[in-house]
T-cell receptor, first 110, second 116 residues
Framework: EDQVTQSPEALRLQEGESSSLNCSYTVSGLRGLFWYRQDPGKGPEFLFTLYSAGEEKEKERLKATLTKKESFLHITAPKPEDSATYLCAVRAGNNRKLIWGLGTSLAVNP | ETGVTQSPTHLIKTRGQQVTLRCSSQSGHNTVSWYQQALGQGPQFIFQYYREEENGRGNFPPRFSGLQFPNYSSELNVNALELDDSALYLC???????????????FGEGSRLTVL
């Protein structure tokens, strides 16, 4: 069964303290891995799409990487405004739906 | 460029009632998908509409139904509401619905449904 697991469930950082979030997946025929950010009470906001192992994408303080089994979202020198839940999702095989992880809740203290 | 808008933002219903949620897709997007997100969970795929036809469905019972209109806006209808239907219902629009289409979904703010 296709599955996406994110860790840790929650992470608390000091402003400027870099860290990484993990998204591991077991799917048949990966057709894309997606990172989203979700603020409380709002819909997810698209961040990145990764399609093949070795691919990397960057946006401001965020950098996403992909291997054959997992993806990392690296946060460099985070700021309080980076506080949110970060969701990972995959599309596999011929399935139109996205399979989502439970997310990592990130809090960045000033 | 107009983003995805959903209405209502919050609503309260009782068990057994019916509800209709509405979504206007982002300008130029022809595909709408609906997700249910319970508190502390990731979104769960309900179904997707492409050019007014349902072309993908998750593990939800038939009492969850939908429509897409010629202007690509969409409705989600839920009949015979149950307590477990309480959740945030998210609408997402995208361009293209084929297997090769990108997964970049643009979400609305959601409709928070509480069933008492």
């Amino acid at each position: 069964e296709d599955q996406v697991t994110q860790s840790p469930e929650a992470l608390r950082l000091q402003e400027g303290e870099s860290s990484s979030l993990n998204c591991s997946y077991t799917v048949s025929g990966l057709r894309g891995l997606f990172w989203y950010r979700q603020d409380p009470g709002k819909g997810p906001e698209f961040l990145f799409t990764l399609y093949s192992a070795g691919e990397e994408k960057e946006k401001e303080r965020l950098k996403a990487t992909l291997t054959k089994k997992e993806s990392f979202l690296h946060i460099t020198a985070p700021k309080p405004e980076d506080s949110a839940t970060y969701l990972c999702a995959v599309r596999a095989g011929n399935n139109r739906k996205l399979i989502w992880g439970l997310g990592t809740s990130l809090a960045v203290n000033p | 460029e107009t983003g995805v808008t959903q209405s209502p933002t919050h609503l309260i219903k009782t068990r057994g009632q019916q509800v209709t949620l509405r979504c206007s897709s982002q300008s130029g997007h022809n595909t709408v998908s609906w997700y249910q997100q319970a508190l502390g969970q990731g979104p769960q795929f309900i179904f997707q509409y492409y050019r007014e036809e349902e072309n993908g469905r998750g593990n939800f019972p038939p009492r969850f139904s939908g429509l897409q209109f010629p202007n690509y806006s969409s409705e989600l209808n839920v009949n015979a509401l149950e307590l477990d239907d309480s959740a945030l219902y998210l609408c997402a629009s995208s361009l293209g619905a084929g297997y090769g289409s990108a997964g970049e979904l643009f979400f609305g703010e959601g409709s928070r449904l509480t069933v008492l």
